[in-house]
């Protein structure tokens, strides 16, 4: 299993944006799909984005302020996030799994607090 560790979250205005970061272990890391999902207070986990080699998946309610991208040569998966909006307050988990398909069976991060104020 490949180990994750999420960072840049925090507190920011409605509006606003971030940059989220998933740092991997493992030389393996450009086989996986990547991904990042959220869950908010009393509410399920939700998907929010994911990454292959030459492929990208968005929920629909981030198409077009959320972009995902990856550095595989620095083992990295980011989540940038704009126009960000009160409803995306949520602790956003990165994962990473073999396939689109597979993925939130896959290895997950602690987790990073994102916070919009309206």
């Known amino acids: 299993q490949v180990q994750l560790v999420e960072s840049g979250g925090g507190l920011v205005q409605a509006g606003g944006s971030l940059r989220l970061s998933c740092a991997a272990s493992?030389?393996?890391?450009?086989?996986?799909?990547m991904g990042w999902f959220r869950q908010a207070p009393e509410k399920e986990r939700e998907f929010v984005a994911a990454?292959?080699?030459?492929?990208?998946w968005y929920a629909n309610f981030v198409k077009g302020r959320f972009t995902i991208s990856r550095d595989n040569a620095k083992n990295t998966v980011y989540l940038q996030m704009n126009s960000l909006k009160p409803e995306d307050t949520a602790v956003y988990y990165c994962?990473?799994?073999?396939?689109?398909?597979?993925?939130?069976?896959?290895?997950w991060g602690q987790g990073t607090q994102v916070t919009v104020s309206s």
């Open positions: 994962a990473a799994g073999g396939s689109i398909a597979t993925l939130s069976g896959g290895s």
């Open positions: 493992g030389r393996t890391f450009s086989s996986y799909v």
């Open positions: 990454i292959g080699r030459d492929s990208q």
